[in-house]
């Protein structure tokens, strides 16, 4: 009898198709191009294909992070400003490599912020560098049977 019929796939994401687009497919909300089996920035040409929404700009409609960033304690109100500006930074830097990564929302939430993201791998680039550049303590605990990863951040001024 064969077993690798009850082999579970480990990490489920609704937004991977599994399928190839037509070269040229586009986005017809951010104007990102599928190009040799990738989501990329057009390099100047114009799309040639059909419109099809990205898995990005799908997640960002239907609101559906891949990943969220909580950030709390007394050292955000010094300091948010600064941990802003590092956020958007290494999120820039990802989106011009990727499409599909990028920030949903930054929204105030009690005495912290929430930042949710497209990509899992994003959210925790952003917390390790949050981490990394004003110690604290950062908690990732990931979603069992989904791609899903939510970060916790906090530092309290002594």
């Known amino acids: 009898m064969r ?11 609704p937004y991977y198709e599994g399928r190839k687009y037509p070269e040229g497919t586009f986005c017809p909300d951010c104007g990102a191009i599928h190009r040799q089996g ?6 100047g040409e114009s799309p040639g294909g059909e419109p099809h929404l990205c898995p990005a700009c799908r997640r960002i409609k239907e609101d559906y992070p891949a990943g969220e960033l909580y950030i709390t304690g007394s050292y955000l109100d010094e300091h948010r400003q600064e941990i802003l500006n590092l956020v958007q ?3 820039e830097e990802e989106k011009r490599r990727s499409p599909l990564k ?5 929204e105030e939430e009690g005495d912290g912020l929430r930042i949710t993201f497209t990509d899992d791998h994003l959210a925790r680039r952003v917390g390790e560098a949050l981490y990394r550049a004003h110690r604290g303590e950062l908690e990732m605990k990931y979603s069992e049977g989904s791609r ?10 002594p």
């Open 102 to 106: 990028r920030i949903m929302a930054i």
């Open 3 to 13: 077993k690798d019929r009850f082999i579970k796939e480990w990490g489920h994401d």
């Open 38 to 43: 990738r989501w990329t920035w057009p390099e």
């Open 89 to 91: 930074n290494i999120a």
């Open 148 to 157: 899903f990863l939510r970060l916790s951040w906090r530092r309290e001024v």
